[in-house]
């Protein structure tokens, strides 16, 4: 094969890697921002954004140097509440939040400026990407809550809590890093918990019923945990990675 043929190929397979990747996620962008909102992606946003670095590579603490003793991530963070309340009760920690959604991304901006929060970074975007740029052993914390739940039988692949992520998480998350996976469909949270022992990296916290049916004390509520779309009463897991 000619090199020019090489080539073809490199791009057509990239280019179907990148096809069937699967999304998510279904709609970035909602209701047109706010004055406000609009000014605080076009400013604000990139001075927060985390850098796209080469895979493997990022080490998130040297973002915050020595203002944090921790990092800690929440993956798909909706309307932020929950990351701008933990970065408010945590100064001395430096925060990530990936979320694609942009009205998502501008609330949490919002509440960044409100609430003049220094400790928080923000990617605007897939969540497995910004993983997949992080060093081994870089974070302490990981929170997923209330992730898009896909009930349907064949949508189910598209759920974010998937073999390979959680894979994903045990190589970036520290030892003795916790992880917290929410959710209010009982589905979703079966199967989370199989696919999270099964990895062999976790160990999974509760000793008893109400461990994981009660929300634990460190834990802010969250848009989607309040609106109780889901089919069974809100389900909280904690894991540490061995
Ligand atoms: C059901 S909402 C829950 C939001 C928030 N955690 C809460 O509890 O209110 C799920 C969120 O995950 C986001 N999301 C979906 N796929 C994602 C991905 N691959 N990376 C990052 N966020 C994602 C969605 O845009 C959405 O905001």
């Known amino acids: 094969?000619?090199?020019?043929?090489?080539a073809r190929a490199w791009f057509h397979a990239r280019?179907?890697?990148?096809?069937?990747?699967?999304?998510?996620?279904?709609?970035?962008?909602?209701?047109?921002?706010?004055?406000?909102?609009?000014?605080?992606?076009?400013?604000?946003?990139?001075?927060?954004?985390i850098p796209e670095t080469a895979k493997?590579?990022?080490?998130p603490g040297i973002i915050f140097g020595a203002m944090a003793r921790q990092t800690w991530l929440e993956i798909g963070f909706g309307g932020g509440e929950h990351l701008a309340g933990q970065a408010g009760l945590h100064p001395d920690v430096g925060f990530i939040g990936a979320e694609p959604f942009i009205d998502g991304v501008a609330k949490l901006l919002t509440a960044i400026e409100e609430r003049k929060l220094s400790n928080v970074r923000v990617r605007r975007g897939d969540a497995r990407d910004l993983v997949a740029q992080f060093a081994d052993q870089s974070i302490d914390r990981?929170?997923?809550l209330f992730p898009d739940p896909w009930p349907k039988t064949r949508h189910r692949k598209r759920r974010l809590m998937q073999p390979d992520f959680v894979a994903e998480l045990a190589r970036v998350l520290k030892t003795g890093a916790g992880l917290r996976f929410a959710t209010d469909w009982a589905?979703?949270?079966?199967?989370?918990?199989?696919d999270v022992l099964r990895d062999g990296r976790f160990e999974w916290?509760?000793?008893?019923?109400?461990d994981w049916r009660s929300p634990p004390a460190d834990h802010v509520t969250t848009r989607y945990q309040e609106k109780r779309l889901g089919d069974c009463a809100p389900v909280f897991l904690d894991f540490v990675r061995r």
């Open 15 to 49: 280019m179907d890697e990148h096809q069937h990747r699967h999304r998510l996620y279904g709609r970035a962008a909602g209701k047109p921002l706010s004055r406000r909102q609009q000014g605080l992606v076009e400013d604000l946003l990139p001075k927060l954004a």
């Open 187 to 194: 589905d979703y949270a079966n199967r989370a918990l199989a």
């Open 205 to 210: 916290t509760s000793m008893r019923a109400d």
């Open 1 to 6: 094969m000619s090199v020019a043929d090489q």
């Open 142 to 144: 990981a929170f997923i």
């Open 56 to 59: 493997a590579a990022l080490v």
